[in-house]
């Protein structure tokens, strides 16, 4: 069982910058690929960005490509997603996610979320124009 926290969403403008962590519990982090996910009010959830388990491979959803990037400290059990740039359009809820790919090569990541295996209770980010 893997239990994830998030924290860092807020409120802010346009252009500017926020870092989301998202806390792990148990021995296992390492075994897990992590995921970042959005929702947007009347949308589903939609992929962000990804982490092989190892950290060495990372995958982006077109939207978000140069404007944020994902990494984990398997020291801390903890993923981050550091967004800049932001935009109205980044509003939504973030949830990060885990999947166990020990059975996958270590460079594995999937961007669908019903593969995913545990879930965090999401930080709502706020972007104002």
């Known amino acids: 069982q893997v239990q994830l926290v998030e924290s860092g969403g807020g409120l802010v403008q346009a252009g500017g910058s926020l870092r989301l962590s998202c806390a792990a519990s148990?021995?296992?982090?390492?075994?897990?690929?992590m995921g970042w996910f959005r929702q947007a009010p009347g949308k589903g959830r939609a992929f962000v960005a990804g982490i092989s388990r190892s950290g060495g491979n990372t995958l982006y959803a077109d939207s978000v490509k140069g404007r944020f990037t994902i990494s984990r400290d398997n020291n801390k059990n903890t993923v981050y997603l550091q967004m800049n740039s932001l935009e109205p359009e980044d509003t939504a809820v973030y949830f990060c996610?885990?999947?166990?790919?020990?059975?996958?090569?270590?460079?594995?990541?999937?961007?669908?979320?019903?593969?995913?295996?545990?879930w965090g209770q999401g930080t709502q980010v706020t972007v104002s124009s």
């Open positions: 996610a885990a999947d166990r790919t020990t059975d996958d090569p270590p460079a594995w990541v999937r961007t669908v979320a019903a593969v995913y295996d545990y």
């Open positions: 148990g021995r296992t982090f390492s075994s897990y690929a």
